[in-house]
């Protein structure tokens, strides 16, 4: 049987994520921090936040037959770890290079003040090309992180297992959804606006009747307040009311499948 169901979880939040929007906010030009983005850690709330996807696994019927896989990102592994650990499920998932972060290049470690003032040049490439298909030197833009999730997706939908869950991040959580729902460039940026993924999220994608993917559930952190560990929705946006207020981040969006 393919894969009938794909559960989406975004990493808890990480310090640097908590580095990012403070430098945002405080109008610095550079994120103040020593590791690589690959090494970057959770925060002690991230460490929370992915102990209290164990209860949302549990939830969703996640056993030992489902396929489960990371970005082999530091704060996606210790992610993974920390909510199969939760759910009692002995086991580690696979991790994957395809699901890593989208890789910016020269402007890793910039914020957009950073951005703006170093490569004022990059800012107005960017504005013409569209967020969607500019590519920092160096990096990658979101149409090369779609074509690597292709790769990824054709041979996850080819596996055993009914059930599949990946955790990674934001703009792969979107692209997921991009490849799978078929949305063009315009629904994909409007997802990233108005359907957010916060730290620790879940999102539930399902084959309907004809065997089309339909979101069932967008950004869920319900387990989050059962266990009463803190919300938080970090987008890398300059405004500090959707870095960094948890309320954005508690509206969770149930779509539909019709």
């Known amino acids: 049987m393919r894969l009938q169901r794909l559960i989406l979880i975004r990493h808890g939040e990480s310090v640097g994520n908590?580095?990012?929007?403070?430098?945002?906010?405080?109008?610095?030009?550079?994120?103040?921090?020593?590791?690589r983005d690959a090494d970057t850690p959770l925060s002690p709330t991230g460490e929370a936040q992915a102990d209290a996807l164990g209860t949302a696994l549990r939830e969703l019927g996640v056993g030992l037959e489902a396929a489960v896989w990371t970005s082999p990102y530091r704060r996606a592994m210790q992610t993974s770890a920390r909510a199969l650990d939760a759910a009692d499920l002995e086991r580690a998932a696979m991790?994957?290079?395809r699901l890593r972060d989208r890789e910016l290049g020269i402007l890793d470690h910039l914020t957009s003040h950073g951005t703006l003032a170093r490569y004022p040049s990059e800012t107005e490439r960017r504005a013409h090309l569209g967020k969607f298909f500019y590519r920092p030197p160096?990096?990658?833009s979101w149409a090369d992180v779609a074509l690597r999730l292709r790769s990824f997706l054709a041979e996850a939908q080819g596996g055993s297992a009914e059930?599949?869950?990946?955790?990674a991040h934001e703009a792969i959580?979107?692209?997921l959804r991009y490849v799978l729902e078929g949305w063009d460039e315009h629904q994909v940026l409007a997802a990233a606006v108005e359907a957010p993924a916060p730290n620790a999220s879940v999102t539930l994608l399902e084959r309907d009747p004809a065997g089309a993917w339909v979101a069932s559930v967008v950004g869920d952190v319900t387990h989050l307040r059962e266990h009463g560990v803190e919300a938080t929705l970090h987008t890398g946006r300059p405004d500090p009311r959707v870095n960094r207020a948890t309320e954005a981040a508690e509206e969770v969006s149930h779509v539909s499948a019709e």
């Open 163 to 167: 059930t599949g869950v990946v955790f």
């Open 95 to 97: 991790a994957d290079e």
């Open 18 to 35: 908590e580095a990012a929007s403070a430098a945002e906010f405080s109008g610095d030009e550079v994120i103040d921090l020593p590791f």
């Open 138 to 140: 160096g990096g990658e």
């Open 173 to 175: 959580i979107h692209l």
